[in-house]
């Protein structure tokens, strides 16, 4: 038995996927749903998961395999059918996204991993991170990766990182850094008297070197997503 809040979100998910083809995201259920918080939606998922009405896929954002539906929502007719539901073979140590407590976070737009490009401060997406990549009370955003300097860090062109946000930054800290308020670039921060050294993780790529008043650390580097 499911409750009404259950049903209504079995039933939004189930328009909006025979509509556009693919899952709404979790504000918009949260919207639908008249919930305050996030969080309220992600109990209601996990409870009808464990109740073998949906499945959360693993690593892709928003995707979610309707099982079956309540006899009521039967009688109209239902196929269940996957969205963005392409599977592979992780690595030995990721951790599946359907398995854990998993957030959604905004991806702000690319950033380099070579030649700074212009920042980037637009939501274009959201992508779902596990819980165990996030800091609580602490804000976090994503990025996706362009560029190869960062490749010995074991950061591909392409990845998803996840940035917590902070202003500070300890030596040796992988960081997203403003240049002149103008270029955003992902580079391993050290600070030399009142210079400021981002390097590289490719001996491709020079270390740059720039007075410290004209860095600001937007973030650090806490967790990464790669897709197959």
């Known amino acids: 038995m499911l409750t009404r809040k259950q049903l209504e979100l079995l039933d939004f998910i189930k328009t909006r996927m025979d509509i556009d083809g693919v899952p709404p995201s979790f504000d918009e259920m949260k919207d639908a749903l008249d919930l305050r918080s996030k969080s309220g939606i992600h109990r209601l998922i ?12 693993a690593h892709r954002a928003r995707a979610l395999e309707i099982v079956k539906l309540p006899e009521s929502m039967e009688r109209a007719g239902f196929t269940p059918k996957v969205i963005q539901g392409d599977k592979v073979s992780p690595p030995a140590a990721a951790i599946p996204i359907e398995a854990v407590y998993a957030t959604e976070v905004p991806v702000m737009g ?4 070579g030649v700074p490009i ?7 997406h959201h992508v779902a991170v596990p819980g ?4 609580a009370n602490a804000e976090h955003y ?14 591909n062109d ?3 990182v996840i940035i917590r946000e902070q202003s500070t930054a300890e030596n040796g800290e992988i960081i997203v850094a403003l240049v002149e308020d103008a270029e955003a670039t992902l580079k391993r921060f050290r600070r030399r ?4 050294a981002l390097e590289a993780a490719n001996p ?25």
Not at 118 to 124: D, L, R, Y
Request: proline share 1%; aromatic share 4%; no cysteine.
């Open 46 to 57: 996990t409870a009808l998961e464990e109740r073998g009405f949906i499945r959360r896929l």
């Open 204 to 228: 491709a790529y020079e270390t740059r070197m720039i007075p410290d008043h004209m860095v600001k650390v937007q973030g650090r580097l806490v967790g990464l997503i790669r897709s197959y």
């Open 110 to 113: 690319r950033i380099a991993a």
């Open 132 to 135: 165990s990549m996030l800091s």
């Open 142 to 155: 994503a990025l996706e990766v362009k560029g190869d300097s960062m490749i010995d860090a074991g950061i």
């Open 118 to 124: 212009e920042a980037i401060s637009h939501v274009s």
């Open 158 to 160: 392409g990845d998803i």
């Open 193 to 196: 008297g009142n210079m400021i």
